[in-house]
């Protein structure tokens, strides 16, 4: 995104509560990826529009996710999962600091073996993926299944710092992801039961909605 453009976004997005700088604060000094602030806040719009009631995410980190998709619709209910130990302890933290683990339940583990033993009495109504790229395709196929019939799907960093348009772009290891980021890209837009959006927010968010 040109950077005069990104300027003038960052500058018209709504204005946050301090506990929202501080979280943004802490990945910045620690190196966390979190979603940026104009990303995070067409999610935001999306669950403002749909309302989901019960949101999947995959891939935790420090909790800054979870805790502005349910800033975006408060009576939500959100299953996270973190397999880093480090970033689940500092999540758990930051949940109950903000008094919300009543809404936020958070899972320490590897997702694929987590969605592979889920079981949940009612269907999600959003699946995030924003965990480890290479593995976008097998958390898709396992967390789907647990959809609501009007549920959709969110892929975060599907243009991964714009590698995966341009693979003439130079850095051995970004390519190699990239590589399969696109081929992610592929499979969800080819998918036979889904309709994939792209969107150019942030690193790139998929749109997935069941046809």
Known sequence: MDEKLRNYLSR???SADNWVAELEHIAKNESVPIMDPIAINFVMQLIRLNKPSRILEIGTAIGY????MLEANPNATIVTIE????????????VR???FQDNIQIIFGDAIEILNELKVDN???LVFIDASKGKY???????????SENGFVLSDNVLFKGYVADPEKQHPRFQKLA?????YNEWLIEHPDYVTTIVPIGDGIAISNKK
């Open 83 to 94: 397999r880093d130990e480090q970033r689940y302890n500092q999540a758990i933290q930051n």
């Open 65 to 68: 996710s979870a805790l502005r």
């Open 97 to 99: 600091k903000l008094g």
């Open 12 to 14: 018209s997005l709504p």
């Open 179 to 183: 590589k399969k980021i696109r081929e």
């Open 137 to 147: 395709k097998r958390f898709f196929e396992l967390s789907s299944p647990l959809l």
């Open 123 to 125: 269907p999600f109504d």
